[in-house]
């Protein structure tokens, strides 16, 4: 694996790609812990695991990389015309079971990480 991390921040780095933005979703990494139990033995017992196996794979090849990084988090996206978003702590504490994202609000935010600093290197877990 840790050549792999090699090869991922070389071709990066080869290429000018200095920051990366990754959208997850809510339960990834730290926030598995605080997903209700509810969906955390849904998704912990159906085919749905090997998504998070996957967004938590490709989350510890980034951080490896060494490249600037922001992983953005939201619960359900839902189609909706409302664009602002509610940051939560990267380990997602407080989300509630029925929360979700509009799809507009989470592009929006997906540009502004990409364009400020102020989520460098950190794993949002945003709601609508």
């Known amino acids: 694996m840790a050549n792999s991390n090699a090869n991922v921040a070389k071709v990066m780095k080869e290429f000018g ?7 997850q979703s809510f339960g990834t990494g730290d926030s598995w812990a605080n997903m209700p139990c509810t969906l955390r033995l849904l998704m912990s017992k159906s085919n749905m695991i090997y998504s998070y196996d ?17 992983f953005v988090r939201p619960p359900r996206l839902v189609e909706s015309d409302v664009t602002k978003v509610k940051e939560w702590p990267n ?3 407080g989300v509630g079971l029925m929360s ?7 592009a929006r935010f997906l540009v502004e990480a990409a364009l400020d600093t102020k989520w460098d290197n ?6 609508s």
């Open 54 to 70: 996957d967004h938590n794979a490709a989350e510890k090849e980034v951080r490896d990389s060494g490249i600037t990084f922001v």
């Open 122 to 127: 950190t794993a949002p877990v945003i709601t």
């Open 17 to 23: 790609v200095h920051k990366i933005i990754v959208l």
């Open 91 to 93: 380990d997602g504490k």
């Open 100 to 106: 979700s994202a509009s799809r507009i609000g989470v």
